[in-house]
């Protein structure tokens, strides 16, 4: 019988995006990120559509993250919601929901994130997620998507305002 116990971190972020939902959900989605995030880099694993949808499976692989992830899509309700597991096998899973709601010709997109660790190398990871760090991120998409959907170009990395790297919040395995 193992001695291990996972740690669990809640994180949420609400952002406030220039556009309504139906013009927001079809950028939550691991393709069309190619559009609006630099860094951004995935392999689809199975899509019937070839973009985001109920039960689509695709890879990143991001250091600042903890290496290659596999995320799963286990909720898609177009406009309102998507919800992904991401899991990095013996070391942490992310559960990340992001719900949409309209306001006025606006949209408020609460982005909730549940780390679990898998090992004690996962649990230190998740300690280690400073809110200081977690906020950065989570502005950072803000401000990229704002921008995409305002001008329909890309934010490059060295235009965002930010105090630090949102990509590297300094939690190691």
Known sequence: MSTFKAERVVKSYTMKLCKPPEKVFPLLCPVREYDWIEPWSC????????????NAVFRT?????GGEETWVVIRYEKNKAIEFIRMIEGFKINRLDIALRAEQSKTIARWTHTYTGLSDAGNRWIRNISDE???????AIE???????????????RDLEMESDPYDPKPVR
Request: aromatic share 10%; proline share 0%.
């Open 43 to 54: 392999d689809m694993v199975f899509s019937q559509t070839g973009v985001a949808e109920n």
């Open 61 to 65: 692989n991001f250091a600042a993250q």
């Open 133 to 139: 760090s977690f906020q950065s991120e989570k502005k």
């Open 143 to 157: 401000q990229m998507l704002n921008h995409y959907l305002e001008t329909g170009t890309m934010l490059k990395m």
